[in-house]
């Protein structure tokens, strides 16, 4: 088997490598193939939820410390996994009738994915 030192193969897995964050219509945050790869999200089991003071940002901290109050256990699945978010995404006025892709902010020391849904259009 051919080998280079110092390099590492590049096997491709999934489908996208730009790394997206996706609310579904059934109300789970998910992350795509290429977060997964690119920060080694597959390493975690948790997350935990935050808003931002402002209400219009959402953080997702990865963790593996079962110990912490308001833990989300990531469902996983080849390519991608997701978190059942529909009380969180109801609470804050999310919207989650279509499944949307957005972009977000990674923070690697906190481990922290950072993003600003869409809100709920209410209806007069």
């Known amino acids: 088997m051919f080998q280079m030192e110092g390099f590492t193969k590049y096997i491709r897995r999934g489908r996208a490598s730009t790394p ?5 219509r059934a109300g789970q945050i998910g992350f795509n193939s ?7 999200l597959d390493s975690y089991e948790y997350v935990l939820l935050f808003i931002s003071d402002s209400k219009d940002r959402v953080a997702v901290k990865f963790t ?6 308001g833990l989300i256990k990531i469902q996983k699945r080849p390519g991608s996994f997701a978190l059942s978010a529909i ?3 109801q609470l804050h006025g999310f919207d ?5 892709n957005y972009d977000f902010l990674w923070l690697e020391k906190e481990k922290v994915a ?4 869409e809100r709920k259009q209410t209806k007069i």
Not at 20 to 24: F, L, Q
Not at 34 to 40: D, L, N, P, S, V
Not at 64 to 69: F, L, P, R, V, Y
């Open 20 to 24: 997206k964050v996706v609310i579904r």
């Open 34 to 40: 290429g977060a997964i790869q690119r920060y080694g």
């Open 64 to 69: 593996n410390n079962d110990k912490e109050s």
């Open 87 to 89: 009380p969180f995404l």
């Open 96 to 100: 989650y009738d279509n499944t949307t």
């Open 114 to 117: 950072i993003f600003k849904p």
